[in-house]
């Protein structure tokens, strides 16, 4: 499904803050092509997509946060079964370090590992590069 057929407004290419590249759940997507693919960050992904929404992204607005570093049940199963998809995944101390630094600091921290999140899961990356499109 691609990001238009949704009712997404066309990407304006303007300068993005770390925000838009800071994923719910630890991971940090600056720089990787297929996140810019997508048009819409991570954070308001279930605008887009509605319940087809990356199920932590879910979790977290269910629960009312505004990523897994802060809920009460971290690191919960969903979280730890998305970071035992990638070798070397280092999502769950991403998220603790962005919970304990606040944003600014963490997205500083998150730029430096950029190589740690090339094979880090995320279904959104199966939308940008097409994968999960159904007929």
Avoid at 44 to 71: D, F, M, N, T, Y
Avoid at 75 to 94: I, K, T
């Amino acid at each position: 499904m691609e990001p238009e057929a949704v009712g997404m407004e066309p990407r304006r290419e303007t300068r993005k803050g770390p925000e838009w590249y800071a994923g719910v759940c630890g991971t940090y997507w600056e720089g990787q092509a297929w996140y810019e693919r997508l048009g819409f960050p991570c954070a308001c992904q279930e605008r887009v997509l509605g319940s087809g929404a990356c199920p932590i992204r879910l979790c977290a607005k269910r629960r009312r946060v505004e990523h897994c570093g802060l809920c009460v049940h971290f690191p919960c199963e969903l979280l730890l079964s998305f970071a035992g998809r990638g070798a070397d995944d280092v999502r769950v101390f991403s998220a603790a370090r962005r919970a304990e630094y606040g944003d600014p600091a963490w997205a500083e921290w998150a730029r430096e590992q950029l190589a740690s999140w090339v094979g880090s899961h995320c279904p959104l990356r199966e939308l940008a590069t097409g994968a999960a499109r159904t007929a």
